[in-house]
């Protein structure tokens, strides 16, 4: 997970975290909190925390456990207004420091692809240089977890084009072509 491609860090030593897990609160200041909004296109974020604890995993690892909220505002795709909405996301993540070695071949197939199992867990994240970001966490959890079509509620679509309605009018009034088949078929019987 690499932190340019996030609009907000906050990292912690991973090393640190070794026999007893660690409860921590991240709460991005204003600037962070604007500059998550224009990243996933979102009218604002009023308040975002994240609640999480790091537990030790195998050896060297980190387990990410928690829960995100977030007060945002979004832009209705239907009536282009904003609207407040809030958003709770769960956190459940593993991570391992990154792997020099190259895979085995046993992960390959016989076309040289790695197969994965959709029932499976999901295979650990790398923490790089003994260093874990959270802030990236945060954000891709919350971006995986937004809405992209958002709707204010009780907005509903109206209108459509009127060539569409007149083309399903003027369908429904042809006769079906079995009907024609049917005809043809019962004036060769006659």
Do not use: W
């Not at 709770?88 to 990154?98: G, L, M, Q, S």
């Not at 199992?117 to 891709?140: F, H, K, N, R």
């Not at 109206?158 to 088949?181: D, I, K, M, Q």
Request: aromatic share 6%.
């Amino acid at each position: 997970m690499m932190t340019e491609s996030f609009p907000f860090a906050f990292t912690v030593n991973a090393n640190r975290v070794v026999d007893k897990d660690e409860a921590i609160l991240v709460e991005p200041d204003q600037a962070g909190l604007r500059a998550i909004a224009r990243a996933y296109d979102l009218a604002g974020i009023k308040k975002l925390e994240a609640q999480l604890t790091l537990k030790p995993y195998r050896k060297e690892g980190l387990r990410v456990v928690g829960q995100i909220r977030a007060d945002i505002t979004q832009t209705c795709v239907v009536s282009l207004e904003t609207f407040d909405s809030n958003l709770t996301v769960n956190i459940d993540r593993t991570f391992e420091p990154a792997s020099s070695r190259p895979r085995k071949a046993r992960d390959l197939n016989a076309d040289g692809e790695i197969e994965i199992d959709l029932e499976s867990l999901d295979p650990p994240d790398a923490i790089v240089d003994g260093v874990l970001d959270i802030g990236a966490v945060i954000c891709e959890e919350l971006a995986l977890s937004l809405d992209p079509f958002p709707r204010k509620p009780g907005v509903e679509f109206e209108g459509g084009r009127e060539e569409e309605h007149a083309n399903v009018e003027e369908t429904e009034e042809r006769p079906s072509p079995f009907a024609a088949l049917e005809a043809l078929k019962s004036q060769k019987e006659d």
